[in-house]
């Protein structure tokens, strides 16, 4: 059995407890990733379904907001703040040297399944700029070379 399919018993729970509220798709879709972590290819037409909405109208809902997942997490989430006082220094440099080490847009996760990169819009760090957020913690003052030590640092830590 593929591994979405396991999923289908929390997917009809939440349908079952939440298909009649008013305006239910977000709230249904919230509850699925933070149940699974991420919102599987096979919740789609178990969604369609109880909502009487269309295939297209489900996937275009996931798409259209990024912190929704169609993809299990990776092990680490990093958040580099793409604001203004972090533009200012450098961290639009920073984002380069993240998308060419892992080989990705500021917006994936790694082959290896060790990194998620998203994009944030200030941390509140922003006199200790440039920041990121790395599992939930604040990193500030970032240079070159201690974003490269974080970045390595997840790639090696294969067990958490
Ligand atoms: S602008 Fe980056 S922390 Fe505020």
């Known amino acids: 059995m593929p591994d979405e ?3 289908l018993p ?3 729970r939440i349908l079952a407890r939440d298909q009649g509220t008013p305006g239910a798709l977000l709230p249904i879709l919230h509850a699925i990733q933070q149940d ?14 109880a909502l009487n909405l269309s295939l297209a109208e489900v996937r275009g ?3 259209f907001y990024h912190d929704f997942r169609t993809a299990p997490p990776a092990r680490h989430t ?12 450098g961290a639009e440099a920073l984002a380069a040297q ?8 500021d917006h994936g996760t790694s082959a290896d399944g ?12 922003c006199a200790c700029s440039p920041a990121l957020e790395l599992d939930g913690q604040l990193h500030a003052r970032l240079t ?4 490269r030590a974080l970045v390595d640092g997840c790639q090696e830590d294969a067990t958490c």
């Not at 993240?98 to 847009?105: F, M, P, V």
């Open 144 to 147: 070159p070379e201690r974003l």
């Open 78 to 89: 990093l958040r580099l703040c793409r604001a203004e006082s972090c533009q200012s220094r």
């Open 61 to 63: 809902v996931i798409s």
């Open 5 to 7: 399919l396991l999923h």
């Open 114 to 125: 060790a990194i998620s990169l998203r994009p944030v819009y200030c941390l509140g760090a």
């Open 98 to 105: 993240l998308r060419e080490q892992l080989a990705l847009d």
């Open 36 to 49: 699974l972590g991420y919102i599987p290819d096979a919740a789609v037409p178990e969604i369609a379904h």
């Open 10 to 12: 929390v997917i009809q």
